[in-house]
C-alpha cells in the first residue's frame, strides 16, 4: 500500500482504504467553493463585507442584509454549487465510462439535446420559465436515451459511445439552429439568453428540485464508484470480478443524463465545466493513480473530487463574471467557455511538446 493510501479498521473488523491526497483535495476544494461563495453572495450593487455575509447567513444581519443574502443572492449561489457539482460528477461518469478524456455531455450532445428541448416550448408554445426547465429536461433524457440505445450493439462501448455522440451533438446543434430562424424577435432573444448559460435570477424555485435530485444520485453514484473502477481494467475483467457490467454502466449512464440534464434546466447550457473539472480533479489527485501496460497512468474516475472542483470552478467563474468585467456582466457560460477554451490549447500545447500528439 502507498504512503498516499490509508487503512482504517473498525472495532468490527472492517477495513477501510482511505486516499489521504484525494481526501486532501477534496477538503481544499469544498474550502475553496465555500469561500467564493461568501465573496459572490457579497458581490452586487449593495456589497457586503465576508463577516456581514457570514453572520447574515446564522441570522444575525439587519432586515436588508437578510433580504439580499436569503432572498436574493443565496439562491444563485446554491444553483451554482449544485449545477457545478452535477456537471462535474455527470463528465467524470461520462468519461469514466467511455474511457475517454472528450466523453463529455459537452462533446456527446446532451447539452445541446437539452438546448432542443427548451427552445421548442420558448418557440414553439412561447412557455413560461417553468415550462422551458420542464423542456430542457425532456430534451436532455430524450437525447441520452436516443444515443444509448444507437451506441448498443450486445451492450455499449466507449467508442462508439463517442461517436454516436458526437454525430448526436450535430443532429441537435442544426435542430437548434433551425428553431431560432423560425423564432419571433422577442422569443430569439429570450432563446439566445438562455443558450448562453446563466445564473441571473435564478430563486429557490430551481434549488429545491436539483438539490433533492443531487441528495438522491450522488449517494448511488458513489455507492458504485468501486464497480466502475474495476469496469476501467475492461469488461472481461469486470465480469471476473463479480460487476454485473451493463446493469452497473446503465444505471451509472442514466445517472449522468439526470445530473447533466438537470443542471441544464436549471443554468442553460454551461459549457466546458463538465469537461474540464474530471481532468483537473484527476490531475491534482495523480499520486493515488495505478499503473496501466507500460508505466501509462489509470488515474480512475475521482467522482467525488471532479463534483468539488464542478462546484468550485462555477461559482469562481461566476464571480469573476460580477467583478472583473465592470458594469458590463457577462453570463456564466461565456467565462466557463473562456477558461474551458484556454485549458484545452494549454493542453493541447503540454500534449504536443510530450510528444504524445
Known amino acids: 500500500m502507498s504512503r498516499a493510501t490509508r487503512a482504517l479498521r473498525t472495532p468490527g473488523g472492517l477495513s477501510v482504504r482511505l486516499d489521504v491526497r484525494a481526501l486532501a483535495v477534496v477538503v481544499l476544494l469544498l474550502v475553496a467553493a465555500l469561500a467564493a461563495s461568501v465573496l459572490l453572495i457579497g458581490t452586487g450593487d449593495f456589497p457586503i463585507a465576508a463577516g456581514d455575509v457570514l453572520r447574515t447567513l446564522v441570522g444575525d ?12 443572492r443565496l439562491p444563485r449561489v446554491l444553483v451554482g454549487l449544485l449545477v457545478g457539482a452535477s456537471l462535474g460528477l455527470g463528465g467524470a461518469l461520462f468519461q469514466a465510462l ?26 414553439l408554445f412561447s412557455g413560461s420559465a417553468g415550462q422551458v426547465t420542464v423542456g430542457a429536461l425532456v430534451g436532455g433524457l430524450a437525447t441520452g436515451l436516443a444515443i444509448y440505445l444507437l451506441a448498443w450493439k450486445r451492450g455499449v462501448h466507449g467508442y462508439r459511445l463517442v461517436l454516436v455522440g458526437i454525430g448526436m451533438s450535430a ?14 424577435l ?14 441571473s435570477g435564478r430563486d429557490w424555485a430551481q434549488v429545491w428540485p436539483l438539490l433533492a435530485l443531487c441528495a438522491v444520485l450522488v449517494p448511488l453514484v458513489l455507492g458504485n464508484a468501486r464497480a466502475l473502477r474495476m469496469m476501467e481494467m475492461g469488461d472481461d475483467v469486470s465480469y471476473a470480478l463479480g460487476v454485473r457490467v451493463e446493469r452497473v454502466r446503465m444505471l451509472l449512464m442514466l445517472a449522468a443524463v439526470l445530473l447533466t440534464a438537470a443542471a441544464t434546466a436549471a443554468a442553460g447550457p454551461v459549457s466546458f465545466v463538465a469537461l474540464t473539472a474530471p481532468q483537473l480533479a484527476r490531475r491534482l489527485t495523480l499520486p493515488r493513480c495505478l499503473k496501466g501496460a507500460g508505466g501509462a497512468p489509470m488515474p480512475g474516475p475521482n467522482l467525488l473530487p471532479s463534483l468539488c472542483m464542478g462546484a468550485a470552478l462555477l461559482v469562481a467563474a461566476d464571480w469573476i463574471s460580477q467583478r472583473v468585467f465592470g458594469a458590463d456582466q457577462l453570463p456564466v457560460g461565456v467565462v466557463t467557455g473562456v477558461l474551458g477554451g484556454v485549458y484545452l490549447l494549454w493542453l493541447l500545447v503540454t500534449e504536443r511538446k510530450a510528444g504524445r500528439i
Not at 436588508?64 to 436574493?72: D, T, W, Y
Not at 422577442?186 to 445564473?199: C, E, I, N, P
Open 61 to 72: 444581519g439587519n432586515a436588508g442584509q437578510e433580504f439580499i443574502v436569503n432572498e436574493l
Open 98 to 123: 467511455s474511457r475517454n478524456p472528450l466523453g463529455s455531455p459537452d462533446i456527446l450532445g446532451l447539452g445541446q439535446g437539452s438546448t432542443a428541448g427548451a427552445l421548442v416550448v420558448i418557440v
Open 171 to 184: 443532429i441537435m446543434t442544426a435542430v437548434n439552429g433551425y428553431l431560432l430562424t423560425k423564432a419571433d
Open 186 to 199: 422577442v422569443d430569439a432573444a429570450r432563446a439566445v439568453v438562455w443558450m448562453t448559460g446563466s445564473l
